[in-house]
């Protein structure tokens, strides 16, 4: 199998891998809603937000849970329809990602990528970058070797991607661990 085809079939994989876990969330996403909808009419109270988005493991204060509502209830009509519910959840959880593609090729072609995405970044200075300048104390090594597919030592944009969305094996554990409390 040539290297464009090995990359063809990751790709197909990776896509795949994402639509289930867009699946899983939108699933997990309705359920909740699901539970909150008291009256069973399509329509979660907004009193009931807060509650619903610490059901679903996310952290909110009441001034940001006071934003949202004002967002998608302007009228105070004092109810939430499940599209509303999941632009909330999910618009709170790519905030809290901090890592839109738009930001994240930013940091790619900081680091030595090209602009379209192309090209890749060397893990050395990757390492170095993290460990040095940014004095985190991740084990940035570790984390390289879980995204490095090809074991180049070069980390392709989707790779670059995989590694500062916090999505390399195991990068959830956290997750977990908060739910089962």
């Not at 085809?5 to 699901?34: D, G, K, L």
């Not at 909110?60 to 509502?69: E, G, K, L, N």
């Not at 460990?131 to 985190?136: A, D, G, I, T, Y």
Request: hydrophobic content about 35%.
């Amino acid at each position: 199998m040539s290297d464009n085809e090995e990359q063809e079939n990751q790709q197909e994989v990776n896509e795949f891998e994402e639509e289930e876990a867009a699946a899983e969330e939108n699933n997990q996403i309705w359920q909740c809603f699901m539970q909150f909808d008291h009256e069973q009419q399509g329509i979660m109270g907004t009193c009931d937000l807060k509650q619903a988005l610490e059901h679903l493991g996310e952290r909110v204060s009441d001034t940001q849970v006071f934003r949202m509502i004002s967002e998608v209830d302007p009228n105070n009509s004092g109810g939430l329809a499940f599209y509303q519910f999941k632009a909330l959840v999910q618009e709170k959880r790519e905030n809290e990602r901090g890592s839109s593609d738009a930001d994240l090729l930013d940091a790619f072609v900081a680091m030595g990528g090209e602009q379209d995405g192309g090209g890749c970044v060397d893990a050395d200075k990757l390492i170095d970058t993290i460990l040095n300048e940014f004095e985190m104390t991740i084990d940035i090594v570790k984390l390289i070797s879980e995204v490095d597919e090809d074991g180049s030592g070069e980390i392709e944009f989707d790779e670059f991607k995989e590694l500062l969305a916090g999505n390399a094996a195991g990068g959830d554990d956290d997750d977990d661990d908060e739910e089962n409390n």
